[in-house]
């Protein structure tokens, strides 16, 4: 009697109804009917997002121009035209190479953004690990502090460590395309921005481009 109930129960379980199966599946895909998409809502026109243009600034350093904020900065051009410099001094441990940075701009600079470049024996810019041009390294602490004008110090970039220079490498270049000065009145913000993307391009000659004359 057990066996009778349970070869009944399984015979029920897999027949069944056609036409309550058939009620079954057309409810199923009733409900799984995607709902209508409501009507893309209208994009913000482009002057309504775009950043107000800063007005410029009449303390930007000699031969540059522009609002100063770190994304309008003043603007200089020309591969000759530096604030500051970072020299390689040949050495690099496990927390990356070491440089030589001075600060020539005149003012205390807080914040900088480096673009550092790595050579062959041959001259031969090679690309990083991760398959691009340059190491590029940005902070309000990149000189570990402020560089007041003219002092000099030795320091590793926290953003590049042994691990990311390049196999083969013999040379490395830096260039410190943007600064910041820091506020006279608040010595822990910056007051001013100043750039010359001339400086960083992504491919770069050992030695940096030559000023056109």
Same mark, same amino acid.
């Given at each position: 009697m057990i066996a009778i109930?349970? #070869?009944?129960?399984? #015979? =029920?379980?897999?027949?069944?109804?056609?036409?309550? /199966?058939?009620?079954?599946? /057309?409810?199923a895909s009733t409900a799984a009917a995607p709902a209508p998409k409501p009507p893309p809502s209208a994009q913000p026109s482009a002057s309504t997002t775009a950043e107000p243009v800063a007005p410029p600034r009449d303390d930007c350093p000699k031969d540059s121009k522009g609002g100063g904020t770190r994304t309008q900065p003043c603007e200089a051009s020309g591969v000759s035209t530096r604030l500051m410099? /970072?020299?390689?001094?040949?050495?690099?441990d496990d927390k990356g190479p070491f440089f030589n940075v001075s600060n020539d701009s005149g003012g205390t600079v807080l914040y900088g953004e480096v673009a550092v470049y790595f050579y062959d024996k041959t001259g031969k810019q090679l690309a990083t690990k991760d398959g691009t041009k340059k190491v590029t390294c940005s902070s309000s602490?990149?000189?570990?502090?402020?560089?007041?004008? !003219?002092?000099? !110090?030795?320091?590793?970039?926290?953003? %590049?460590?042994?691990?990311? #220079?390049?196999?083969?490498? $013999? !040379?490395?270049? !830096?260039?410190?395309?943007? =600064?910041?000065?820091?506020?006279?009145?608040?010595?822990?913000k910056v007051d001013l921005y100043w750039r010359n993307k001339d %400086?960083?391009? $992504? =491919?770069r000659p050992k030695g940096g481009p030559k000023p056109t004359k």
């Open positions: 109930g349970l #070869v009944s129960l399984l #015979v =029920v379980g897999c027949g069944g109804d056609e036409s309550a /199966a058939g009620s079954a599946s /057309a409810s410099t /970072a020299k390689w001094n040949g050495k690099i602490n990149l000189f570990i502090g402020s560089l007041k004008p !003219a002092e000099k !110090a030795l320091i590793q970039f926290g953003c %590049l460590r042994k691990d990311g #220079v390049p196999d083969g490498t $013999e !040379a490395i270049e !830096a260039e410190i395309d943007k =600064v910041g000065f820091v506020d006279k009145k608040d010595d822990t %400086l960083s391009p $992504e =491919v």
